[in-house]
RNA sequence: GGCCCCUUGGUGUAAUUGGUUAACACAUCGCCCUUUCAAGGCGAAGAGUACGGGUUCAACUCCCGUAGGGGUCACCA
């Protein structure tokens, strides 16, 4: 396989939602493939009769058009080895596994599920190192099996693991990884209702579709032995294995639900980019040799490969998350971060506000540096989008004065003689005001904020104050300097009493 | 428990594949800048490479052992 174009796969099971570690294997799976000239195959897992989730393939399919993982084959966009959905794909599946029979690599099982369960624990309470079926229909006469299958009684089809050499996988990742034959099961391949298990499926699968190389989790290690077989069995050719290390909880096992978000969906509606969610999830398990971290999806397919990816398993560190995306947002054009806005305000409250594009790229302006969301522009500045509904009491508590109603009545006097004022001519009033009262701008600046901003936080009082506009400024502070004082004095009163 | 995989600061990783004071980033702390908060700049603390043996002039890098963690042992994927 060495000449051709690489064929990789990402292939899940549709049980509800793309799971981040799934976001990482399709991400790598999607790197290997653009950086070698490749494609990238789509291929449902829907084996599982029992698992069936409503809406959960277009939902997938939804979710990795959202982070761009675009795919050349799969779910409506039929390639020549179609179709893509293992559910419509059973006869072939039974025709290989008869194949399988015939050659003696697999034989019909009748044993009930209750003997299978007895079996089971027998083995267990005999404490042997590993229960395993004991192929008792493996030994059945022709007859008795003709018999049963005439009858019509319920029967499986198992994988006939024969002794032999160890089964030895090489593994980019891993390199060399060796298994000794006794450890292999009798592996379900063909399940009671016709269905095929995954093992089967995805060997057929993969040779049919031309997969040269198989990017998968690490939980699919210990089972590659039997795939292995199998590719023995029909005597085709090995694809080439790379199993990826796990996404980790912080207490370092397998990342599940339980101990945070999991669903790639959480971390969109949570206001993640899909630039850092990529960017981010490429870095759990891979690196370039210069360690270097900020990449967009064309940065990653260029410094791409297999044999950088490394073997521990990784946690999901949501602060770094964090970072990567206030990073990706900040080195974001303004006007798409302005229709990202318009898309988060008319989810908001303020759906309702008519707000200019001028006005929203000023507030995305003054905001940029302390922002790490878009949602953060409305969170964290409300006071753009509506008055003041309350003051910060620890501001007024520090930057409350006994001037401070005076000062900034001779502000918004100041004010309101300007003709359109610009930013400059804010400050330029507010320090005149200062220097005439004989005192530091901050006496001013720091009243005029939680005046009109209701915090003591946010951007640069003149940007605050300029992107207000004159007129709602002189009205916020008239209604501050009618209820501030009057906190003022109850926080004195407070601290008498204490 | 059997089998398999893994192990570099709290976290993600780097270390020309045996020669570095073990590097970078996130997080933390401090200082500077800004009369706010961030961002940014500078700096600090934090691992001697899980542990123990070897091999070697030299080991994070090779070998053996131990420990710890994880994965897997379904008619789920």
Redesign the pocket.
């Known amino acids: 396989m060495s000449n051709k174009k690489p064929r990789v796969r990402f292939?899940?099971?549709p049980?509800g939602y793309l799971h981040v570690g799934g976001l990482r294997t399709a991400l790598y799976n999607y790197l290997f493939a653009k950086k070698n000239g490749g494609k990238f195959i789509l291929r449902i897992?829907d084996?599982?009769q029992?698992?069936f989730v409503e809406g959960a393939v277009d939902n997938l399919i939804e979710t990795l058009n959202w982070v761009g993982l675009e795919y050349d084959e799969g779910p409506n966009k039929e390639g020549s080895v179609g179709p893509y959905f293992q559910s419509e794909r059973l006869d072939i599946y039974k025709k290989h596994a008869e194949q399988l029979i015939a050659h003696g690599d697999a034989y019909q099982c009748f044993?009930?599920?209750e003997r299978?369960t007895e079996l089971?624990e027998k083995q267990q309470r005999a404490?042997l190192?590993?229960?395993?079926?004991d192929k008792l229909c493996l030994h059945l006469s022709k007859e008795e099996t003709e018999k049963n299958l005439t009858e019509g009684k319920?029967h499986?089809v198992r994988l006939n693991v024969k002794g032999g050499d160890n089964v030895i996988i090489n593994d980019i990742v891993?390199?060399?990884?060796?298994?000794?034959r006794d450890?292999i099961?009798d592996q379900?391949l063909i399940?009671?209702?016709g269905?095929?298990?995954?093992?089967l499926?995805?060997v057929v699968d993969d040779y049919l579709m031309g997969i040269t190389h198989v990017i998968r989790g690490?939980?699919?290690?210990?089972?590659t032995p039997k795939h292995i077989l199998l590719y023995n069995a029909f005597g085709w050719e090995l694809p080439t294995f790379a199993h990826l290390?796990?996404l980790?909880n912080?207490?370092?096992?397998?990342l599940s639900k339980r101990q945070g978000d999991v669903a790639v969906e959480d971390y969109k509606a949570k206001g993640y980019l899909k630039e850092a969610l990529l960017n981010f999830v490429a870095?759990?398990?891979?690196?370039?040799?210069?360690?270097e971290?900020f990449f967009n999806l064309d940065d990653l397919i260029e410094k791409f490969s297999l044999e950088?990816v490394?073997?521990?398993?990784?946690?999901f560190?949501v602060?770094?998350l964090?970072?990567i995306n206030?990073?990706h947002l900040?080195k974001k054009d303004k006007s798409e971060i302005l229709e990202m806005l318009k898309v988060e305000l008319a989810e908001s409250k303020y759906k309702d506000l008519e707000l200019k594009d001028e006005y929203l790229l000023l507030i995305i302006e003054a905001m940029l540096?302390?922002?790490s969301f878009v949602k953060e522009y409305i969170d964290n500045s409300p006071y753009f989008f509506e008055r003041p509904t309350s003051y910060d009491e620890t501001v007024i508590k520090k930057r409350w004065k006994d001037d401070s109603v005076d000062l900034l009545q001779k502000y918004i006097q100041k004010l309101s003689l300007l003709d359109n004022p610009t930013k400059e001519d804010f400050e330029i009033a507010l320090k005149q005001v200062?220097e005439e009262a004989e005192?530091?701008?901050?006496?001013i600046?720091?009243p005029a904020?939680v005046a009109t901003s209701g915090v003591?936080?946010?951007?640069?009082?003149y940007?605050l104050l300029f992107i207000l506009g004159k007129d709602e400024v002189i009205v916020r502070i008239n209604d501050a300097l009618k209820v501030i004082p009057e906190i003022k004095e109850r926080i004195n009163q407070q601290k008498q009493n204490t």
């Open positions: 292939a899940p099971s049980t897992e084996t599982d029992n698992r044993c009930t599920t299978l089971r404490k190192p590993q229960a395993k079926y319920p499986i891993r390199d060399r990884v060796e298994f000794t450890v099961d379900v399940k009671t209702d269905f095929p298990t995954y093992h499926a995805n690490e939980e699919w290690l210990t089972s290390p796990l980790l912080a207490d370092r096992s397998k870095l759990l398990g891979w690196s370039t040799s210069e360690n971290e950088r490394h073997k521990a398993g990784a946690i560190n602060e770094k964090d970072w206030a990073e900040r540096e302390r922002v200062a005192c530091g701008a901050g006496r600046i720091h904020r003591g936080i946010g951007p640069g009082v940007d």
